[in-house]
């Protein structure tokens, strides 16, 4: 069954050898380094650099329709055989947006609301940005319903890194 897993970036070394991801997704701010693990092939690791932000700011990058489609079709060509990482800096807003999207995205028949409380049930602290949810809902045509399930699941538990957890398609 192919899989999205989900993790702060400290932990991507350990989630792709413990989950045996060959994809990997950074939602991650422009410029913050980020090291491939050796088994994720260059081709297959997604770098799309935005700001953790919800309306614009001086010196970031509000997420947009550039980044969601990026993402769209990079989750468009893989083969599904081995799992996807997702992940940001802390593995709570960026990352957790990522993995909803791409799962409304990749399963058009699948209730969003559904999608969203499989994130919190696996997630406490999951709390996923919802500009990138909301930009998402149009472009996939789900006339709201992606912005009404985030809002629905709430904002997660305070932390300083998000707890990962693991999505089935």
Not at 59 to 64: A, E, R, S
Request: glycine share 6%.
């Amino acid at each position: 069954m192919p899989r999205l897993h989900v993790c702060p970036l400290s932990q991507i070394a350990e989630k792709v050898d413990e989950t045996g991801a060959r994809s990997l997704v950074t939602f991650i701010n422009v410029g913050t380094p980020v090291v491939r693990p050796r088994a994720i092939a260059e081709h297959r690791h997604l770098f799309v650099g935005m700001s953790d932000i919800l309306k614009p700011q001086d010196g970031h990058v509000l997420p947009g329709q550039v980044h969601v489609q990026t993402l769209l079709d990079f989750m468009a060509d893989w083969d599904r055989h081995a799992p996807v990482l997702i992940h940001c800096y802390a593995g709570v807003s960026r990352s957790t947006a990522a993995a909803f999207i791409s799962a409304c995205a990749l399963n058009p028949a699948r209730d969003e609301h559904d999608i969203a409380q499989t994130i919190r049930k696996f997630s406490p602290t999951a709390t996923p940005n919802a500009k990138l949810v909301e930009v998402a809902d149009a472009m996939l045509k789900r006339e709201g319903r992606m912005i009404a399930a985030i809002a629905a699941i709430g904002r997660g538990e305070d932390c300083y890194e998000g707890v990962p957890f693991t999505l089935d398609l």
